[in-house]
């Protein structure tokens, strides 16, 4: 009993039961970045938005996660959504493959009266409910109706739905039902992803109330950290020097080597996309014509200077005017009139 309840109070902290989990996978133990995620899946806010590079084991993560809170409540219903419902249905798969193998989890393996399917499952200790311990829906399935402690959104943005304006605004809209599906007190919403484009739901998250949280590949540059703020990773963020600037964050898992080889499979654009979280520079190419190009001055109705000479300094940035443009696009006075 004794070893139990220290056992149990050392689970608390959920970087501990995400290393038993990798253990039992007969995986490394987790590496900073991933006990840096860990933390911050944990204990971060109510809506949160975990923006990591691709394989850096995000979503693996959130699986021992989900499986962590159904450990210390087993009363809770958890949804789990993605772009397409087999990319759910994996998730749910997959923790349902861990209550049967893990020790420590087995008594949470659903009866034979539950639910035990990998669309939806019960946990043992739980009570009737309409909803299932944990369900896995795709973002274009019928949410309305369904009931959540906890949304996990893994990866409901992709290159494929955001492609146009239209299908943007239809994701959006999708999301929006995460509110009404959520209940009123101690719930969260969790946000799993790697922005697609410049008008991606995760800038548009962030207007909303949204704490996001960045893990980049490399270390970044000082235009990219000020890009960042102070939404960039502490482990990153606190460990960051011009020396290191380049150099893999996480050289366990992926070394300079291997970055280099896949900055060039993927080109220098995607790349920055995918590994860096940088949409700046993707889209600076794909739309060349920028608010910064036009000069923005007061003029007389009847009279105009002969010449203007265009600048983009930070001083002649033109505060005062709203910014309709992407991201980081701002209008510019003119450096000098003659």
């Not at 000082?222 to 964050?249: C, F, M």
């Not at 970055?259 to 993707?282: C, W």
């Amino acid at each position: 009993m004794e070893n139990q309840n220290l056992l149990k109070s050392k689970l608390t902290d959920f970087r501990n039961f995400l290393y038993i989990t990798w253990k039992h996978l007969k995986l490394p133990e987790p590496t900073p970045i991933q006990y840096s995620i860990a933390n911050f899946l944990a204990n971060g806010d109510t809506r949160s938005i975990i923006s990591a590079y691709r394989g850096c084991g995000k979503s693996w993560i959130t699986s021992a996660y989900v499986l962590w809170r159904l450990l210390l409540d087993p009363q809770i219903n958890i949804l789990v959504v993605s772009a397409s419902k087999s990319r759910a249905d994996d998730f749910s798969t997959f923790c349902l493959r861990l209550l049967q193998e893990m020790p420590i989890l087995e008594h949470l393996y659903p009866k034979d009266t539950q639910r035990q399917s990998k669309i939806s499952f019960d946990v043992a200790p739980a009570g009737a409910s309409h909803q299932p311990s944990v369900k896995s829906m795709g973002i274009t399935s019928q949410l309305t109706g369904s009931r959540a402690d906890l949304i996990i959104a893994d990866d409901v943005e992709t290159s494929g739905n955001t492609q146009t304006q239209l299908m943007r605004d239809k994701l959006s809209e999708s999301i929006k039902e995460f509110e009404a599906i959520i209940k009123p007190e101690k719930s969260r919403i969790v946000f799993l992803g790697t922005p697609q484009v410049e008008q991606s739901i995760y800038n548009k998250l962030q207007e909303r109330g949204y704490k996001v949280r960045f893990w980049t590949a490399r270390y970044p540059t000082e235009n990219q950290l000020k890009s960042y703020g102070s939404s960039l990773a502490p482990v990153i963020g606190n460990t960051w020097t011009h020396e290191r600037i380049g150099d893999p964050v996480d050289p366990v898992r992926f070394n300079n080597e291997d970055l280099l080889e896949r900055e060039a499979s993927y080109g220098r654009l995607s790349f920055n996309m995918q590994f860096m979280l940088d949409t700046t520079l993707n889209d600076l190419n794909k739309y060349p014509l920028k608010l910064s190009d036009l000069t923005v001055m007061t003029l007389n109705p009847d009279n105009a200077p002969e010449k203007v000479i265009w600048a983009s300094s930070p001083e002649l940035k033109q505060e005062g005017l709203p910014c309709v443009g992407l991201q980081g696009d701002s209008y510019y006075r003119p450096m000098q009139v003659q």
